[in-house]
């Protein structure tokens, strides 16, 4: 924000407000705001469900192209990866050269990189485009964000975010009922396939309907030193989160990247003071509602990401529903989320967004403390009144807190903010899930020798109780081939209450965390700057 002042307008509520836009209603196709959200809707579909799709598709791609177990994991990370550390930096370009043309390349290479993915015939080149397309995917992401803020007006901007919102919450719980569906009818290919067609849909309306939004002080050149440093620690950081399940959060080597990652940052933070236009002014922070927003997000997706890790384990393994069936049961979920992100957006334009934010979290943690109960013999009624209810607490924080980061920089960093949202998401959805599953795989150590033991089980090596523990944390029975029946039985039975000790815990400490987030969400208010967005000119 350097050179820029800004007048806070805010009312002794922190809600400032929402001034009409003064800029002309869009004719026609080309600039329509609501033909723009469509739009990008399109795209970010694409990339939400890809996010989830892939998962179910790993087993079928590992037996296909022989891959073991690290390779198939590989598929994951790489696009992990590539997405988290490309995020910021692909919104500065599309605040320096256009969000249209950064959204528009972001669709073509990341429909371009499914398709190859389809016909790739070796792991190496499934690993290597699904690079390409978390490098994609980053483009497009912010960019999406940046045109629905230059587009459409303050007061209905939040409306707006609250579709975006539906669109990334349905198509992530979407993802394994339709990943299930193709893959059990179809092929695993089929699942990069139906990318093809959804890109070129999006490149067509694109190039018919978006309208290049640009800042009258838009940067003009680039931060190399700034992007290297700020690449490589979130490398380091995303690459710690990955592979402490694996190395242990005890192993030198995750505490030297995460030591790498503490360097870089502080290194990039001197950097982007010295330098004439930064990758990130640092003066952007200055806004507590931006930097609680960004918070929340992390905090949001930890309990949010981490939790339902474990709750597709427990559908599928303890249960025993199929990926199908078990996306079916998560349906409350999703149904939630597509219902109340539009009413969450217009909820938030009348009272601003402190009240729902609050709520959304208190919802949230309630929601996660109902899941800390859940039995293996627990019902589908109970299980859709704990899935509804998280979705509904989750739909306020995914159109407020993007609102907040969004709303509250300027225009001329629309691209990087919403570069932020998305890298605090991706970055507190791994949180989650290596913290969470520390806490699972403890809880699990603990527990499983005493209740192998008083259940009368053979003792076990402890190389064999290793094996077993490792099963029983993603719910799986450690039963021997040829095991008796009622010796079987008993396995299965210890497994399974192990998992959900380990389940219970973790599902309480999200809760936890989704408690904090509620005190977080208090200090938010209303963008000042999103009264800016449509008074934008055309380029």
Known sequence: MTGQTTIDTTGPGGEAPTAPSDAAPAKGLRGHPWFTL??????VMMVALDGTIVAIANPAIAKDLGASFADVQWITNAYFLALAVSLITAGKLGDRFGHRQTFLIGVTGFAAASGAIGLSDSIALVVTFRVFQGLFGALLMPAALGLLRATFPAEKLNM??????????????????????LVQHVSWQSVFFINVPVGALALVLGLLILTDHRAQNAPRSFDLLGIALLSGAMFCLVWALIKAPTWGWGDGRTWIFIGASVVGFAVFSFWETRVKEPLIPLALFRSVPLSAGVVLMVLMAIAFMGGLFFVTFYLQNVHGMSPVDAGLHLLPLTGMMIVGSPLAGALITKLGPRIPLAGGMLATAVAMYGMSTLEAGTG???MSLWFALLGLGLAPVMVGATEVIVGNAPMELSGVAGGLQQAAMQIGGSLGTAVLGAVMASKVDNDLPGNWTHAGLPQLTPAQLDQASQAVQQGVAPVPKGTPEAIAAKITSVAHDTFISGMSLASLVAAGVAAV????????????????????GHI
Do not use: F
């Not at 469509?38 to 795209?43: Q, S």
């Open 38 to 43: 469509v739009t990008v809707a399109v795209g």
């Open 517 to 536: 987030a509620v005190l977080v969400a208090l200090l938010t208010k209303r963008g000042q700057n999103a009264e800016a967005g449509a008074g934008v």
């Open 160 to 181: 707006a975010i609250g579709i975006w919102g539906m669109v990334i919450g349905a198509s992530t719980a979407g993802g394994p009922i339709l990943g299930g569906l």
């Open 380 to 382: 589908s009624g109970i």
